[in-house]
């Protein structure tokens, strides 16, 4: 094997926390190896270390057979180390090339800025990536897929040999994602070597030749794709075995009360008129392609997006709903698609997040807060979701993603909403965490709670979902319920429409 990459013994402690404990892989060139773990296993650690953001306690790093100490990024890089971080790292207002050239422009013989050479250089690396991106446009104005793949782009243009894909196609679609797929096949020919982080483990058998799985912060095993199964990679990377990520659907009760009622709801004059339903103790979701207008509707129902008509009924009486504020009022909340930028305030601590929206809850005079009470409300919510960290002064920057998501819901129950709108609830989170979402999810409805569920995984809105609303352009194409909730039927609805079905439409 033409090794290109080892990691050696690589151990790394922060204040009170073990990150990594004797790691090792090894990684041939023009291999594409996952690296595989739940959340706080050590996989970002591990990766910053190769890219000179972390220093290791101990353990080496080397490429090509020779040692190599990176004291930085720039050092990594002038190594050929390259990284595509799952939160892009681009500037919206620039270009694509002046993103991939930033800090290190080309210059001519007089040192003016040679913009021709660096828009042919630009111009080559996207011929060979084989994708088209407009070069005069901000980064703002592409596609999320394009905006990746200008992050691979710009990883190329330092002469990366070892390129790192941390969650890649966290916001592209199956077609997005079959592209970026075919790239990176091709970069595999090659010779470039790519580690490859994902929580969808069918793409690791799709793309992938080889895996290690780390565990709180310790090697736990390499296997070739060939050789295993999901159900194997699941028991490695959570140290037992998850017969099943969703737990049981229970019978909808017949005199379920109607809790939300969108009789109407247009949100552009010229745009479809859609009608559903919200029962009690149910999870409705919402399926449908990206840009079906899922998303939308849900933002267009609690006010966070202007519509040109809607009538809603909030447990049976009309309400205005014009702003997110009438809709928390109404008892309505909602987890954003985005926790890290929409759902949650990172350098705040657990405490300070869950009691955001609710601190008159906790005023003893005027203008104090009774620390006392809010620290122990705080405390309660925390087990009852399940978030785990050393206090709730934590940092929730600090936090994996799935308890990260934890909290935004721990802070909907402190505001006593039952009305709950959870888009995308377990993108970026590993499959443990995934599991005790779902159950917490379940929980929730059990105790009287409603939940509408926005999700790209058919086998989440197939595992979880009581009925279905399937989107297509805009417009509700069907509501299934029971056995008519899979995803062929899922799809169909999704990709063509299938009206003058049976279904019920609203």
């Not at 077609?175 to 970069?187: K, N, S």
């Not at 350098?347 to 005079?365: E, M, P, V």
């Not at 039952?418 to 995934?434: N, Q, S």
Request: charged share 25%; with cysteine; proline share 3%.
């Amino acid at each position: 094997m033409d090794t290109i990459l080892r990691l050696k013994h690589i151990t790394k402690s922060f204040p009170g926390v073990k990150a990594l404990q004797d790691i090792h892989i090894q990684i041939a060139r023009g291999e594409i190896h996952a690296l595989l773990g739940e959340n706080g296993a050590g996989k970002s650690t591990l990766m910053k270390i190769l890219c000179g953001i972390y220093q290791p306690d101990s353990g080496e790093i080397e490429i090509d057979g020779q040692t190599r100490q990176f004291d930085n990024y720039h050092d990594a890089v002038a190594a050929g180390v390259g990284i595509v971080f799952q939160e892009f790292s681009l500037i919206p207002y620039l270009n694509a090339v002046d993103n991939i050239f930033l800090g290190r422009e080309r210059r001519t013989v007089w040192r003016t800025r040679d913009r021709a050479a660096m828009r042919r250089e630009a111009a080559d690396i996207f011929a060979r990536l084989g994708v088209g991106i407009d070069l005069d446009v901000p980064i703002r104005a592409l596609s999320v897929a394009q905006q990746q793949f200008v992050e691979i782009g710009k990883a190329l243009s330092l002469n990366a040999r070892i390129l790192i894909l941390d969650e890649p196609t966290a916001t592209l679609t199956p077609a997005e994602a079959d592209h970026l797929f075919a790239i990176m096949r091709q970069l595999k020919q090659q010779g470039v070597a790519m580690i490859f982080i994902s929580h969808h483990l069918e793409e690791i058998f799709d793309v992938c030749d080889r895996i290690t799985v780390l565990r709180d912060g310790q090697y736990v095993g390499m296997t070739d794709v060939a050789k295993t199964d999901v159900e194997r990679l699941v028991e490695m990377m959570v140290g037992r075995r998850i017969e099943s990520s969703f737990p049981p659907k229970p019978a909808l009760r017949d005199d379920a009360k109607t809790v939300l009622d969108v009789s109407s709801l247009q949100i552009t004059k010229d745009g479809p008129v859609n009608a559903f339903t919200l029962r009690e103790g149910e999870i409705l979701g919402f399926a449908g392609l990206v840009g079906s207008g899922r998303t939308e509707t849900a933002l267009a129902v609690i006010g966070a997006e202007p519509v040109h008509a809607k009538e809603i009924r909030v447990h049976g009486a009309m309400a205005k709903l014009s702003d997110p504020a009438d809709a928390l009022r109404s008892g309505i909340g909602i987890l954003p698609e985005s926790r890290k930028t929409e759902g949650l305030v990172t350098s705040f601590s657990i405490r300070d997040n869950i009691s955001l929206n609710n601190l008159g809850k906790y005023r003893s005079l005027r203008w104090f807060l009774n620390h006392r009470i809010e620290a122990r409300t705080t405390a309660e919510i925390m087990k009852r979701v399940g978030v785990k960290a050393p206090s709730m002064n934590t940092e929730v920057a600090t936090l994996s993603g799935g308890n990260q998501q934890k909290v935004v819901i721990a802070r909907w129950l402190n505001h006593h909403t039952r009305i709950l709108v959870f888009d995308e609830p377990t993108r970026g989170i590993d499959v443990g965490a995934k599991a005790e979402i779902y159950g917490l999810m379940r929980e929730l409805t059990a105790r009287g709670y409603s939940i509408i569920m926005i999700s790209s995984e058919l086998p989440e809105i197939v595992g979880m979902c009581d009925r279905v609303c399937v989107f297509r352009q805009g417009r509700i194409e069907a509501i299934l319920s029971g056995d008519e909730i899979d995803s062929n039927t899922v799809m169909t609805y999704a990709t063509a429409g299938a009206r003058g079905a049976t279904h019920e439409h609203a």
